[in-house]
């Protein structure tokens, strides 16, 4: 081969015959593209037609996609979703970030035991956490029992049936299921920096604070970028929560884009809208991806 | 490296604190679930309700749930791992036209949300009667675990050590058998993590098993929670004895693997 003198990863031989790694690659070509890329496009093909999932569909051009920008309620719907990227990304992200300088300044133990508790949220079903949670926030549960005991009488609701607090309250539990993973992720990042930049900088009298903002935090701004990432996709797809605590409710005050796919498909025979609903998300996604990796590559 | 012991101290309460927090959701839990059903059995003397369990994994029907969710899962963990080693063999060792452009089709997968997919999956499946069928759950969740079961595989294959291959190579070994006899057995931790994060995904998948089974002849466990929630609302104790069933498996699995389920996620997590 012309290019086997070039080293490193790049001197792959080519294989014996040219049609061997089309051959493993077929199986996972098919089923992956039979059962994601295909009905990812039939989405976009179903989004430009008005269709109520029996009869006819009509082909409408973007008709869906403009309604998404005048629907009241689709637009507050995306509204929510940008109060729960708040509580499931911005929240976690800062409290791991202070959590996590603390415990790598020194070395604490029991941290192995920390670590496997505070991770636990991320593999319990979510629909689990959320039968959980709307115990803790019934009308006669934990929550408001804790508040009447130590005399918070006045703050005691029905958190899941009322117009102001039902979103925060369901954004909290996303904060208690992303802060861990959060955690988790930054420790990682914050065990790789080298012991000998805290020194020189306390040599040059810098105390915690600085400490963290010259040296911690551009150090691990590549895990930020991967928390923030991550979080803010959990926080778009967030379905099977709002399903089970809520219902989009009290009235709107909890609906969320994920939810109204389901709903205009399934509950109201809006098939196209659906689509078009859920095409939407997806460029959210690739477009929150693609400027939060942007960021914490150019800064 | 040394800090004050007062900052030690503070450590030790902050850590506590919220390791309280995160656990306290889940004691509470677990109290409702021990907890008195109903005014009948508060006035029982006894503590904790452990019969609590057994009754709802009857009333609620769990039993089955359970059987479905194992049935899904299984079937997804395999297909999707073994095709995912194949397809992360050749695209982590082989050099062919495509291969950049293949790769970049399957991490676009990993993005793409399931409410995007699913509508059209209800209707397309439902004219090939695949609906209310276990292949009909199964299948788009074997689609997603590809996308990213591919990208772990071929950073697997692209960091096993090539004078191995090369070495078998040269002794005649053809590529299926330098896959099956050498690089999988050597990449066992790497499979393990796949097939426990895979398992976890499908186990609690709500929106699929909810939209692919309309009629719920194929209702998984999370969705069996969910309909309990709606049936059952006479007392929460069975509700939350339910609750814990559903989560358990998972848990149970994380508590013994621990160090696969969080290496997994977090490197799965760091794209290059």
Redesign the interface.
């Known amino acids: 081969m012309a290019d086997a003198a070039t080293p490193g990863?790049?001197?792959?031989?080519?294989?014996?015959r040219?049609w061997?790694?089309?051959a493993?690659?077929a199986?996972?070509?098919l089923?992956?593209g039979?059962?994601?890329?295909?009905?990812?496009g039939?989405?976009v093909?179903?989004s430009l037609t008005d269709w109520d999932?029996l009869g006819e569909s009509t082909f409408i051009g973007f008709d869906n996609y403009v309604a998404i920008v005048h629907d009241e309620r689709l637009r507050e719907a995306f509204g929510h979703a940008v109060v729960l990227i708040f509580f499931f990304s911005i929240v976690p992200v800062g409290l791991g970030l202070v959590?996590a300088a603390?415990?790598t300044?020194?070395?604490?133990r029991?941290l192995g035991f920390?670590?496997?508790?505070?991770?636990?949220?991320?593999?319990?079903?979510?629909?689990?956490?959320a039968?959980?949670?709307?115990?803790?926030y019934?009308p006669k549960g934990?929550l408001n029992g804790l508040l009447r005991l130590v005399g918070l009488d006045s703050l005691a609701r029905p958190w899941l049936g009322d117009y102001t607090w039902t979103l925060p309250a369901v954004g909290l539990i996303g904060s208690?299921v992303s802060?861990?993973?959060v955690t988790?992720?930054l420790m990682?990042g914050m065990s790789r920096i080298s012991?000998d930049l805290?020194e020189a900088a306390r040599l040059d009298g810098a105390g915690p604070v600085r400490e963290f903002f010259a040296i911690t935090l551009p150090s691990v701004r590549?895990e930020i970028v991967?928390a923030l990432?991550?979080t803010i996709?959990a926080a778009?797809?967030t379905?099977?929560l709002v399903?089970?605590t809520t219902s989009g409710g009290p009235g709107t005050s909890t609906t969320v884009?994920?939810y109204e796919?389901?709903r205009r498909?399934?509950e109201v025979g809006d098939?196209g809208g659906?689509?078009a609903?859920?095409?939407t998300?997806?460029l959210v996604?690739?477009a929150i991806?693609a400027v939060v990796n942007r960021i914490g590559d150019t800064r | 490296m040394t800090v004050s012991a007062f900052e030690r101290a503070m450590n030790y309460v902050v850590l506590t604190v919220f390791a309280l927090v995160v656990l306290s959701p889940i004691v509470v839990v677990l109290k409702l679930a021990l907890g008195p059903k109903d005014a009948a059995a508060s006035r029982q003397r006894t503590p904790i309700h452990p019969g609590n369990f057994p009754e709802a994994w009857k009333v609620g029907r769990f039993g089955e749930y359970m059987v479905t969710s194992l049935t899904v899962a299984v079937l997804v963990v395999v297909v999707a791992v073994s095709v995912s080693i194949l397809a992360g063999y050749a695209l982590g060792t082989m050099r062919f036209r495509g291969a950049n452009v293949l790769l970049y089709v399957f991490l676009l997968g990993i993005m793409v949300p399931t409410e995007a997919i699913v509508v059209p999956l209800y209707f397309d499946l439902r004219s090939f009667r695949l609906t209310n069928t276990v292949w009909g759950v199964a299948l788009p969740q074997i689609a997603m675990s590809i996308a990213f079961g591919t990208y772990w595989m071929r950073t697997y294959f692209r960091s096993a050590s090539r004078t191995l291959i090369d070495a078998a190579r040269l002794d005649g070994a053809g590529s299926m058998r330098i896959l099956w006899n050498i690089l999988v057995p050597i990449g066992r931790p790497a499979i393990l993590t796949l097939v426990l994060l895979t398992f976890m995904w499908t186990w609690n998948e709500f929106l699929i098993p909810l939209v692919m089974s309309p009629n719920g002849t194929v209702r998984t466990a999370p969705l069996g929670l969910a309909f309990f929630q709606g049936q059952y609302t006479q007392g929460t104790a069975l509700l939350a004895a339910g609750a814990v069933i559903v989560a358990l498996p998972v848990v149970v699995l994380y508590v013994v693997l621990q160090r696969h389920f969080i290496k997994g996620m977090l490197d799965g997590a760091v794209r290059e």
């Open positions: 990863r790049e001197e792959l031989p080519p294989p014996a040219a061997v790694p089309y493993y690659l199986p996972a070509l089923l992956y039979g059962f994601l890329l295909v009905p990812l039939r989405a093909q179903f999932g959590l603390l415990l300044r020194s070395r604490v029991g920390f670590r496997t508790v505070i991770f636990l949220p991320q593999v319990i079903a979510m629909v689990v956490v039968v959980t949670w709307r115990q803790i019934a934990p208690w802060t861990g993973l988790v992720l990682a012991g805290f590549g991967v990432t991550l996709i778009l797809k379905f099977d399903y089970v884009p994920s796919v389901y498909a399934f098939v659906a689509a609903v859920g095409i998300l997806t996604v690739f991806t």
